[in-house]
C-alpha cells in the first residue's frame, strides 16, 4: 500500500515538473498559432510544387 503511495506522488511530481519545463519554454504562450501551422504547411507545400 505504501509502495503506491510513494509511487503516485513521484508520478505527480513527474507530471508537475514536465508542465513547468514546458511552460518556462513558452510551449503554452500563443494557444491560437497551432491551428494555423497546419494552413502555412499545406501553403508551403503547394508552393514547393509550383516551382
Do not use: C, P
Request: hydrophobic letters at 45%.
Amino acid at each position: 500500500m505504501l509502495w503506491m503511495l510513494t509511487l503516485s506522488i513521484v508520478m505527480a511530481l513527474f507530471g508537475i515538473t514536465v508542465y513547468v519545463y514546458y511552460h518556462m519554454k513558452g510551449q503554452f504562450e500563443d494557444q491560437e498559432e497551432a491551428k494555423y501551422i497546419l494552413f502555412r504547411d499545406e501553403e508551403l507545400t503547394e508552393n514547393s510544387k509550383d516551382k
